[in-house]
């Protein structure tokens, strides 16, 4: 296949998460989150994170993930970390705030501030965020793609 035949990966719309009950996932994760809901129903509920979402599914049938993660992006990482060791939630050992919920999944949290990853100022404003800002070390990443902030 023809190198420009082949489209290009530009970003995520999604992430699917195999819980065991919605409404006990949509309790667990509101215990150390603020988010609104795009929709829900028995078996499904979406977590709205702007122009992305979250989908809760039911029916997780494989054992706890280990190195299978992904980075749920925050606007206060250290409010997190608060929030997760106030709902008595373990933290894993390792350089990252990571943590599995209680179906296994495997979750890294990571601030804004801190990642090449940057929401359109429209979403931003759209979710009340506009005051977020990149430190140094991302605007530097950014900087070098040619993709530092307006």
Request: charged share 30%.
């Amino acid at each position: 296949m023809a190198e420009s035949a082949k489209p290009r990966l530009i970003g995520f719309n999604h992430v699917a998460l195999e819980v065991g009950d919605i409404d006990e996932a949509l309790a667990f994760y509101s215990r150390f989150f603020t988010f609104k809901l795009r929709g829900k129903s028995d078996s499904m509920a979406f977590i709205d994170l702007g122009d992305q979402f979250i989908a809760l599914q039911r029916g997780r049938k494989q054992p706890a993930d280990d190195g299978r993660h992904f980075g749920l992006v925050v606007d206060d990482k250290e409010a997190a970390r608060k929030a997760l060791e106030a709902a008595g939630v373990t933290l894993l050992d390792g350089p990252f705030l990571d943590f599995r919920d209680p179906w296994g999944n495997r979750i890294e949290i990571v601030g804004y501030d801190n990642i090449q990853f940057t929401k359109a100022a429209n979403v931003l404003r759209g979710m009340g965020l506009m005051h977020l800002v990149k430190n140094e070390k991302a605007k530097k990443e950014l900087a070098e793609k040619g993709m530092t902030p307006e």
